[in-house]
């Protein structure tokens, strides 16, 4: 193998493609949400935002193209990584019990992310591949939330994102070797803030359009 | 005051590395609160051995928390549910009349079960051997101080160099890595200036090593640190990655 591809590719190497894909993750939910926070200015404001963002043309396209490599790598590598460590302890421990390390987040990273790529496909279909050519982007979005199951559906996911992104955020900087005993507190700190805001913004956002209807 | 108490034992036995296995059960009858855990299985083998038969086996050696030999799972515990101790260090004070008290081996594909509780941990010993050493010739030993080392320095690196190799990360571990152990021993090395000729051959090296023998992947759930009986932290698996990257993604080393 040559002298890049080998590095990558141990337990560490693997980490750090995760790390580096994950905080690529957080950068986008942030700019995200920011555009998505529009929809509290009103209808007009939000679809100006959306016809905004597509005026960018090739950036949108790079940006999407970027975001597609980095879920693939993510996705694959995470796969990877979790199959290794279920063969790593073949025989389990009959009595489990936390010494107070784990947390809600770092326990469920697989299976948070998993559900993630799911509702990630779902969503991509709801918004990303539809017709918009007689239809506004907020009617794309109020139709969707009139239905209570959408609603539900997405706030379930955006729960999902806040519990993978709470561990994620703090996880990817000590894994690229960022850890310092006066920042990696405000580091654990943050990934909570983050994923409280993650939660509480997206979260709203389907239950405030079904509310405006 | 010395008290007695009288608790079950649910242990894992198991004759030999791939043989059918499981939980027994045994009463351990009037054992002083003041045992050490190690000295309370004693008892048990006195009884079996009477009885004619197979005591447990288990790892010990100092048995004052220096060695690194002893560790079994206690209750879901590694060593035990004691902060910083060893197994040899936790004592029976700390369970109750009644109690069932559920005993299982360190459980990873890379530690092979020899016997009942004794674990093959020459796992460590490989890891060690692909770098965890310096290299220097033969000959007068240099001064002491001839290189002058900050405080703070020799502290992290005698921080680091408190392992004794038990494994209980590996067995606390959710993945089964070995992240804080390999840490610990490129840290203590590279801290310094002796160990920094050969820091990125070793980190590279030591990884490798460690993937090879089928341990798990780190995913920072920070269970080895809480667990470990010499409280190693994960800021040197933060180094150890530092290094890594160094090592594998900057420098010219293979
Ligand atoms: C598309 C579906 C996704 C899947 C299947 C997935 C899967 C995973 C898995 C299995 C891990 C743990 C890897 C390990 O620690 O060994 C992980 C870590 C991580 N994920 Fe995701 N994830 C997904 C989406 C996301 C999203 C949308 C974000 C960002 C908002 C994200 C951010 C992170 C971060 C920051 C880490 C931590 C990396 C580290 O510990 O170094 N992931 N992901
Ligand atoms: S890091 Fe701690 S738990 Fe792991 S082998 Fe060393 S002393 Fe034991
Ligand atoms: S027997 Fe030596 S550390 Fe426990």
Same mark, same amino acid.
């Given at each position: 193998m040559n002298r890049l591809t080998n590095p990558l590719g141990t337990s560490v190497g693997k980490k750090l493609m995760m790390a580096v894909t994950g905080l690529g993750f957080c950068c986008f939910l942030t700019i995200h949400l920011a555009g998505n926070l529009t929809i509290y200015g009103g209808k007009d404001f939000f679809n100006s935002y959306v016809e905004h963002l597509h005026s960018l043309g090739p950036l949108v396209t790079l940006a999407e193209l970027g975001l597609l490599v980095f879920a693939a790598i993510h996705i694959m590598t995470g796969a990877l990584l979790f199959y290794?460590?279920?063969k790593a302890r073949p025989i389990r421990y009959s009595v489990n019990k936390r010494a107070g390390g784990r947390t809600l987040?770092?326990?469920?990273?697989?299976y948070t992310g998993f559900i993630l790529l799911l509702f990630v496909i779902f969503h991509l279909i709801n918004f990303h591949f539809?017709?918009?050519t007689n239809i506004t982007t @907020? $009617?794309?979005?109020s139709n969707a939330f009139a239905n209570p199951v959408y609603i539900f559906i997405y706030t379930v996911a955006v729960i999902i994102a806040a519990i993978h992104v709470s561990h994620g955020l703090w996880s990817a @900087? $000590?894994?690229l070797g960022a850890n310092h005993p006066k920042y990696t507190p405000f580091l654990r700190?943050?990934?909570i803030v983050f994923s409280v805001v993650v939660g509480i913004g997206f979260g709203f956002i389907p239950v405030y359009v079904f509310l405006l209807l | 005051m010395t008290k007695s108490i009288n608790i079950t034992l649910k242990v894992w036995r198991q004759?030999?590395?791939?043989?059918?296995?499981?939980?027994?059960t045994y009463p351990a009858t009037d054992i002083s609160t003041d045992m050490s855990f190690l000295e309370m299985i004693d008892v048990v083998n006195e009884q079996l051995t009477l009885d004619g038969k197979d005591p447990i086996a288990f790892d010990h050696d100092c048995r004052e928390g220096i060695c690194g030999m002893c560790g079994a799972v206690i209750n879901g515990r590694s060593h035990g549910p004691e902060k910083g101790t060893t197994l040899c260090q936790f004592h029976m004070r700390h369970f109750s009349n009644g109690d069932t008290i559920v005993i299982e081996p360190w459980r990873a594909k890379a530690f092979p079960i020899i016997k009942d509780l004794v674990v093959d941990r020459s796992a460590f010993d490989q890891i060690i051997l692909a770098g965890g050493y310096i290299s220097v010739n033969t000959g007068g030993a240099p001064d002491a101080n001839s290189i002058p080392i900050a405080q703070e320095i020799a502290e992290l690196a005698m921080d680091a160099a408190a392992c004794i190799g038990c494994g209980a990360c590996v067995a606390a571990c959710p993945n089964a890595s070995a992240m804080l152990f390999t840490s610990a021993k490129i840290s203590q090395l590279a801290l310094l200036p002796q160990g920094r000729l050969e820091a990125a051959n070793r980190a590279l090296a030591m990884v490798r090593k460690m993937d090879e023998l089928c341990f798990g992947n780190c995913s920072n759930e920070r269970e080895c640190e809480a667990e470990c009986p010499k409280e190693i932290s994960i800021s040197n698996i933060a180094r150890l990655n530092r290094e890594f990257i160094k090592a594998g993604l900057v420098s010219s080393v293979k």
């Open positions: 290794q460590s279920l987040g770092s326990a469920t990273m697989p539809v017709d918009k @907020f $009617q794309l979005l @900087f $000590q894994t700190g943050l990934s | 004759k030999g590395p791939h043989v059918k296995s499981g939980f027994e």
